[in-house]
């Protein structure tokens, strides 16, 4: 199989910025990953109950992932991700009542 030279590489790291902080994305498997839990914690929202949600929403349980990738300080850890896809349609779908 030939790649195009414009695919990124596996588990190349890209950051993107939410409310003024960085997240970092890794791409594996064809596709973009972004971990939940920093975007939980940027929001101020509790990222167990998400990952719940998330194993129980009828579209998204099929699509997380554990992904090895590196946090804004460079630190390897495996955490919940979900394809770049699929990050609006659950943002959209949060409800809180933090600030």
Excluded at 3 to 21: D, F, L, R, Y
Excluded at 78 to 88: H, S
Aim: aromatic fraction near 8%; charged fraction near 20%; proline fraction near 4%.
């Amino acid at each position: 199989m030939q790649t195009s030279n414009n695919e990124p590489k596996a588990n190349q790291n890209s950051v993107i910025i939410i409310n003024g902080k960085e997240v970092v994305k890794t791409y594996a498997k064809g596709t973009w990953w972004i971990a939940v839990k920093p975007i939980c914690d940027i929001l101020n929202i509790d990222h167990t109950r998400q990952f719940k949600t998330i194993k129980e929403h009828r579209i998204l349980s099929r699509e997380w992932a554990v992904q090895p990738m590196h946090d804004v300080t460079n630190r390897k850890q495996e955490m919940v991700c979900l394809p770049q896809k699929y990050i609006t349609g659950w943002l959209f779908s949060l409800q809180s009542s933090s600030e």
